[in-house]
């Protein structure tokens, strides 16, 4: 979640620290209360406890708008994880829950579920805790088909487990695991840069000049050391006597710096433009991260030296490990984009990148081939995604009863007990699936389209709905999964990323109920 998604209420509850005990009045007093604050001039009732009861009031009625739109939604949900630290060792941390989706309109939507400190969990239940109580308080067990964790300790197989079980899986099929990737590149990144001394990098800093503060950040990292080190290939440092006075880095260190930029520098060409791209959907991660793979080997089969092999070849199996174990869904939205279909799928393998090329490909489409399947017997794509009642209807009751013909009855179908039929039905529409072309054969037969940085593959599946109802269904659910909770700047934090400071000024219970409800308003107006 972007800090400044949150920043802009900061105004309306900076300084305010209040314990929720601190409000709970009784009902006689809620009433003298109300009168005295009734009697006193209007810029005189604004004040934190006045504001705090407005925003718990509002989340409460955005809440129930929000869990019946839940409930009636006909799509595949994702839930990301994002744990948020405060730098602050006496302050709070917090736990981002937030459910990804894409409407009736086609637009990609993140609507947080829970902003909630970890206070009073259990520690053998801190993993698994906001799942369950997201899941239970939107009741969205059947809903959700993917998660997207972090990339750091504390999500092992165990926990994994248990945070699938929190969802009811009635057809039988697992929740889909989607590892953050931002956090893959900043563990690849850190893990060299935990090689340098806090005396390398002051030492540097100096002779560079960037100023007395440093960014956390590792793309800003990335662009001094990479100044240092094209300011030592001139040899500034020896021709200027300017620098005869400042410590500079030994050679064995130079290699440490120069280790850093050149494979940092390849990860942060692919990472500007899955961060900074402007893309939304799913569909364009599989090749630039195809392409990370690939130059990555490339420059540790270029050699360089041991240091510089050794860390390749570390960085090089901490991506591997993310690749394999992301290869299936990530593919599967490239096919379902229409610039690549299995095109590029099979470009791929036929490279022999991977060890198991051919069966990969085979794979990704008995993958959507089964997935698309349960779409169709399903049904569901015969209704809105969203409809338009969920919203803003509630329901009356029927005034017309007793002016009118009383509505027909339901009759019950006597051929649920007709077995012959059945069989029948069965044998009918068998014969008819082998020879009928399924949407998802006839989208894979067509030519893929001609390449174009700037296509918006939800603007092409929505004009194409029609003709793809079913397996536009499947493309909405699929390009709605994200890979990475941070975005833009904040994808390049060194270290988890910590809350606004407004959030730290405000109790637990109005955090939650300014940041869920905020995130609420484009789909539900108040």
């Not at 080190?229 to 040899?235: C, F, H, I, N, R």
């Not at 984009?337 to 490909?361: L, Q, T």
């Not at 941070?486 to 606004?500: F, K, N, Q």
Request: a negative charge; proline letters at 3%; hydrophobic letters at 35%.
């Amino acid at each position: 979640m972007d800090n400044s998604d949150l920043a802009s209420d900061s105004d309306m509850v900076k300084n305010q620290n209040l314990d929720d005990s601190e409000y709970d009045f009784e009902d006689d007093d809620e009433e003298e209360e109300t009168d005295v604050h009734n009697a006193m001039p209007y810029w005189l009732q604004i004040n934190p406890v006045t504001i705090r009861k407005e925003i718990l009031k509002i989340y409460e009625t955005q809440k129930i708008k929000a869990k019946k739109f839940l409930k009636d939604f006909q799509g595949k949900l994702t839930l990301s994880y994002e744990w948020i630290l405060s730098g602050n060792e006496s302050t709070r941390d917090f736990v981002c829950l937030t459910a990804h989706f894409i409407d009736d309109n086609w637009t990609v939507r993140h609507w947080i579920l829970g902003f909630l400190t970890g206070a009073l969990i259990p520690l053998d239940d801190i993993y698994v805790y906001h799942f369950r109580k997201a899941v239970q308080d939107f009741e969205i067990e059947n809903k959700v088909s993917t998660i997207l964790l972090p990339n750091r300790y504390g999500f092992d197989e165990k926990n994994v487990d248990a945070t699938r079980k929190c969802m009811d899986r009635s057809v039988n099929k697992p929740v889909f695991v989607v590892y953050c990737c931002s956090d893959l590149f900043r563990l690849m990144v850190n893990d060299m840069y935990n090689e340098f001394s806090w005396h390398l990098y002051e030492d540097v800093r100096m002779l560079v000049g960037w100023g007395s503060l440093s960014s956390t950040n590792w793309n800003v990292r990335l662009y001094h050391l990479q100044q240092a080190v094209d300011m030592q290939k001139e040899d500034a440092f020896s021709k200027d006597e300017i620098y005869d006075d400042y410590d500079k880095p030994s050679e064995e260190e130079w290699v440490k710096i120069r280790t850093f930029c050149r494979l940092a520098g390849v990860i942060h060409k692919v990472a500007e433009e899955i961060f900074e791209g402007g893309y939304s959907t799913s569909n364009v991660y599989f090749h630039l991260l195809a392409e990370l793979k690939v130059m990555l080997k490339r420059e540790v089969d270029s050699g360089g030296g041991d240091y510089f092999v050794g860390k390749g070849e570390k960085v090089l199996k901490l991506f591997d490990k993310y690749w394999n174990d992301m290869f299936l869904v990530l593919a599967a939205a490239s096919v379902l984009d229409p610039r690549f279909k299995m095109n590029y799928i099979d470009f791929y393998c036929s490279k022999k990148v991977d060890s198991d090329e051919g069966s990969k490909a085979e794979a990704v489409l008995d993958y959507l081939r089964d997935v698309y399947a349960r779409y169709a017997a399903k049904g569901i794509y015969h209704k809105p995604i969203c409809p338009v009642a969920t919203v803003d209807y509630e329901e009356e009751e029927d005034d017309d009863e007793d002016y009118g013909d009383e509505e027909e009855k339901e009759k019950p179908d006597a051929y649920e007990g007709f077995v012959l039929f059945k069989e029948y039905l069965k044998f009918e529409g068998g014969c008819s699936r082998e020879f009928q072309e399924s949407e998802l054969d006839s989208y894979l037969k067509e030519p893929v389209l001609e390449w174009n940085k700037d296509f918006k593959a939800l603007e092409w599946w929505r004009e194409e709905s029609q003709k793809y109802p079913i397996l536009s269904r499947v493309a909405r659910d699929i390009l709605s999964i994200p890979i990475s909770r941070a975005t833009s700047y904040d994808a390049y934090v060194s270290e988890i990323r910590e809350p606004p400071e407004y959030v730290l000024s405000m109790d637990a219970k109005a955090t939650n109920a300014m940041v869920c409800g905020r995130s609420w308003l484009s789909l539900i107006p108040i």
